[in-house]
């Protein structure tokens, strides 16, 4: 329990630390952006994935030519973003009544990032089955966990719709995605469905979370 109580006693007494991990998760975003634009052959939000980014070769992976330059940068964004999930879930739990969902959503999204540390650990073309294993860990129980959690948290009545929605409308991606039902939006599309809701949503909750102590403050 000692463990616990520090973490509680530094969340209170640091209470914008907790947000502004996940508010750090806008760097997954600008990574993206810049290594894709390293790439020679323009990098496709349809036909490629975001693990393409961190791939560590060049040549054909999985029916699509795959070269980038800046991968270990990608790579160190998903490690950043991993441990940013991880902090953040641990201090952010604090500050709102724990009870068993809550306690279990925030585990959630603390495993999604352990995943997301994986990705980045084990790039596409390396050991494939810690990879894997890395991207099921926030497309499945990350989503899962958005969803416990906006039924769960006392917030705002809009938060909380729009936290079950970027979890059902990931986890419908998701489906999609493995099923290879890509409706016209390809691979790259539908990961992205399945993918981003949940860094986006971090990013609005940091914000929900600084705004809210401000305004009390």
């Not at 616990?4 to 630390?17: N, Q």
């Not at 990098?43 to 795959?66: E, H, K, M, P, Q």
Request: aromatic residues 16%; charged residues 10%.
């Amino acid at each position: 329990m000692q463990p616990l109580r520090r973490i509680r006693t530094f969340s209170d007494r640091y209470p914008l630390v907790g947000p502004s991990f996940w508010l750090l998760s806008v760097q997954y975003f600008l990574t993206q952006y810049f290594v894709a634009r390293a790439w020679r052959m323009p990098f496709s939000l349809r036909f490629n994935t975001i693990s393409d980014l961190g791939n560590s070769a060049c040549g054909a992976y999985a029916g699509r030519y795959v070269c980038s330059p800046d991968f270990s940068w990608m790579d160190a964004s998903f490690i950043v973003l991993g441990v940013s999930m991880i902090l953040g879930s641990g201090l952010i739990y604090h500050k709102f009544r724990r009870s068993s969902a809550s306690r279990l959503g925030f585990t959630a999204m603390a495993l999604a990032g352990f995943g997301t540390v994986l990705v980045g650990l084990f790039p596409e073309n390396t050991t494939h089955y810690l990879h894997f294993v890395g991207a099921l860990l926030p497309f499945l129980i990350g989503n899962l966990g958005l969803i416990i959690l906006g039924l769960s948290l006392d917030i705002s009545k809009g938060l909380k719709i729009y936290t079950i929605l970027s979890g059902g409308i990931a986890l419908v991606g998701f489906v999609l995605f493995i099923t290879r039902h890509y409706l016209g939006l390809e691979i790259g599309g539908m990961e992205r469905v399945t993918a981003y809701p949940q860094t986006l949503w971090l990013i609005v909750f940091g914000l929900y979370m600084s705004k809210n102590h401000f305004r009390r403050g």
